[in-house]
């Protein structure tokens, strides 16, 4: 596996509009530093303690996404330095990051984790969910947080029509969402990974996460 190849050659082969996270869970600090080196500095993991201590040991500018699940009790510890929020599925989430954002004198980027998948699993709101969010009082309130968009996985399958489909509702419901609402920067549509970011691409994904296909199988 050769990191810095597998970054180039994905960026060559992704219009420029589309910003790559590169998913560095369960990979140790050199791993990251090759890609560092390399000259990527956008990087995501999934568990807030692995990126409290990357964050740690890693140079300051380099961007963390956190793309897995948050806990409202861990937010204070990402808070001071987290980039994006890729996983938010709550208002009582988005209340507790405005918070913490707040007394780290910042405001937070977020995404609203939308559930696309067929799997039972997988976290995140149904559009439904994500229209009586946008619409609450209560996010008037928030002024030290960002909603940028929204976040999707879809089914684990070789099925590339069924990724499809939910990718493409998916993007759908993003330009609704966008014609619809007066944010000044709602513009993130995170879709794609390694095993679908082409098609998370062709179906309007303006940011991928890739891993396994950088770092190799962990
Ligand atoms: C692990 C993970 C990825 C990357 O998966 P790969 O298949 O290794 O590219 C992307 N998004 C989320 C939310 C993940 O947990």
Redesign the pocket.
């Known amino acids: 596996m050769n990191i810095a190849e597998n970054i180039k050659k994905l960026k060559n082969e992704i219009p420029a509009y589309v910003t790559l996270?590169a998913?560095s869970?369960t990979k140790p600090a050199e791993t990251i530093m090759e890609a560092y080196n390399a000259g990527h500095k956008i990087f995501?993991e999934?568990k807030v303690q692995e990126m409290i201590e990357k964050y740690e040991q890693l140079p300051k500018d380099i961007q963390w996404h956190l793309?897995?699940h948050l806990q409202t009790n861990k937010v204070k510890y990402i808070a001071p330095f987290v980039h994006l929020i890729?996983?938010v599925d709550s208002l009582k989430l988005l209340k507790e990051i405005d918070k913490q954002a707040a007394k780290n004198n910042r405001t937070i980027d977020c995404l609203l984790q939308v559930h696309i998948a067929k799997e039972e699993t997988k976290f995140g709101m149904d559009f439904n969910e994500v229209e009586a969010l946008l619409a609450s009082e209560d996010i008037e309130a928030l002024k030290n947080i960002s909603i940028r968009g929204l976040?999707g996985?879809a089914t684990f399958t070789e099925n590339k029509s069924t990724i499809r489909n939910e990718f493409r509702s998916l993007a759908q419901f993003f330009n609704k969402i966008k014609s619809e609402i007066s944010y000044p920067k709602f513009d993130i549509l995170?879709i794609?990974?390694?095993?679908?970011?082409e098609i998370a691409v062709e179906e309007g994904s303006t940011m991928i996460?890739?891993?396994?296909?950088?770092?190799g199988?962990?």
């Open positions: 996270v998913v869970k995501g999934n793309i897995g890729h996983s976040m996985m995170s794609g990974m390694s095993g679908d970011y996460r890739v891993g396994s296909s950088i770092f199988s962990r």
